[in-house]
T-cell receptor
Framework: DQQVKQNSPSLSVQEGRISILNCDYTNSMFDYFLWYKKYPAEGPTFLISISSIKDKNEDGRFTVFLNKSAKHLSLHIVPSQPGDSAVYFCAAKGQAGTALIFGKGTTLSVSS | DAGVIQSPRHEVTEMGQEVTLRCKPISGHDYLFWYRQTMMRGLELLIYFNNNVPIDDSGMPEDRFSAKMPNASFSTLKIQPSEPRDSAVYFC???????????FGPGTRLTVL
């Protein structure tokens, strides 16, 4: 059973608009959440993260929101740029020493 | 600083052959992870090591898969014998115990004919 779910396989957005990528999780023991970005033929690269004690973290154009009661997090990209076109993975980590559990990813396409 | 290094980048082999994938983690990182990416299952964890010791291998699909980490700077993932359903991209990642972020290598694309 998937512990981290990204229910939208793809998302298309126009340049300059907001992109919102969503992620749901089932395990209430997760205490840290991350977003990774992946271009074709490359490995995933870390984008932004948030601890479970916070509800928002912002880094430039990227903001991650965490709703613990709903077990839901989202990544907002404002404004979206064509270079943001990639696969975005949501990941979660439980107690210290454990590995990241990834969602299946959402392919974002930003058109100019 | 060199990132995670994986070799080979591409591997094409025939069913029944042995395949060995290699990984060099970032120096100083004490965790190493092997993941497999497929369209159906996304990024799934196969096994991870802490200080060269396997901690959780519950994601290894079958006994045909094995992984070793003989020292802090090298790990291998072996498939013997390989099958067409093993075709996927295999990623190695490492991290320091001081941080939560994992750093991924470029991956090995494996095709088993």
């Amino acid at each position: 059973d998937q512990q981290v779910k990204q229910n939208s396989p793809s998302l298309s957005v126009q340049e300059g608009r907001i992109s919102i990528l969503n992620c749901d999780y089932t395990n209430s023991m997760f205490d840290y959440f991350l977003w990774y970005k992946k271009y074709p033929a490359e490995g995933p690269t870390f984008l932004i993260s948030i601890s479970s004690i916070k509800d928002k973290n912002e880094d430039g154009r990227f903001t991650v929101f965490l709703n613990k009661s709903a077990k839901h997090l989202s990544l907002h990209i404002v404004p979206s740029q064509p270079g943001d076109s990639a696969v975005y993975f949501c990941a979660a980590k439980g107690q210290a020493g454990t590995a990241l559990i990834f969602g299946k990813g959402t392919t974002l396409s930003v058109s100019s | 600083d060199a990132g995670v290094i994986q070799s080979p980048r591409h591997e094409v082999t025939e069913m029944g052959q042995e395949v060995t994938l290699r990984c060099k983690p970032i120096s100083g990182h004490d965790y190493l992870f092997w993941y497999r990416q497929t369209m159906m299952r996304g990024l799934e964890l196969l096994i991870y090591f802490n200080n060269n010791v396997p901690i959780d291998d519950s994601g290894m699909p079958e006994d045909r898969f094995s992984a070793k980490m003989p020292n802090a700077s090298f790990s291998t993932l072996k498939i013997q014998p390989s099958e067409p359903r093993d075709s996927a991209v295999y990623f190695c990642a490492s991290r320091s115990s001081s941080y939560n972020e994992q750093f991924f290598g470029p991956g090995t694309r494996l095709t088993v004919l």
